[in-house]
């Protein structure tokens, strides 16, 4: 597996992120993330996006981070905040998603990110489940979803 910056506007990039729109809708019915996301939310130092390719090339999974600070939709100072985490259907099951987590991580500590911080949704069993056992804790809602009943915050102290 071959993990690569490439910026959100790639086509690798977008056309991962159409996929994860589609699977977000088929779960929630409600068109996809919503959030604004721009590609220079994820221009180094201040965000990074990454791709695995496996060994054909092909883009297989995708995340990355954005700077927050305060901003009175819940974010803390030093906060990066986890997007777009996904892998291809044929490629869940094998740690990809551990992998670009942790890759993330190193970035946004490199970055002087002091936490990471993500929201996902009651319909993604399997990404609590991921984040929870990386470490990650229940925190105060944050950003576009943070009023919805569906939406669950969790927070990981990035250290030094």
Same mark, same amino acid.
């Given at each position: ?36 996301? &721009? ?6 130092? +201040? ?7 496996? =060994? ?19 974010? &803390? ?6 997007? +777009? ?19 993330? =991580? ?8 002091? +936490? ?9 069993? &399997? ?34």
């Amino acid at each position: 597996m071959n993990i690569r910056r490439v910026p959100f506007d790639h086509p690798d990039a977008v056309k991962l992120n159409d996929e994860v729109q589609a699977e977000y809708h088929d779960r929630y019915g409600d068109g996809g993330d919503a959030t604004v996301l &721009e590609p220079s939310d994820f221009l180094p130092p +201040r965000g990074v996006y990454l791709i695995a390719y496996d =060994e054909t090339d092909r883009p297989v999974a995708t995340g990355g981070w954005r700077s927050q600070d305060e901003n009175g939709e819940g974010n &803390e100072d030093g906060d990066a905040e986890l997007k +777009r985490m996904f892998v291809i259907r044929e490629m869940r099951g094998l740690g990809l998603a551990r992998r670009i987590l942790s890759a993330l =991580e190193d970035d946004a500590r490199a970055a002087g990110r002091v +936490r990471m911080v993500l929201e996902t949704g009651t319909e993604q069993p &399997e990404a609590i489940a991921l984040y929870t056992s990386s470490g990650y804790t229940p925190c105060g809602k944050f950003g576009y979803y943070r009023a919805y009943d569906s939406s669950r915050c969790f927070a990981k102290p990035l250290g030094s």
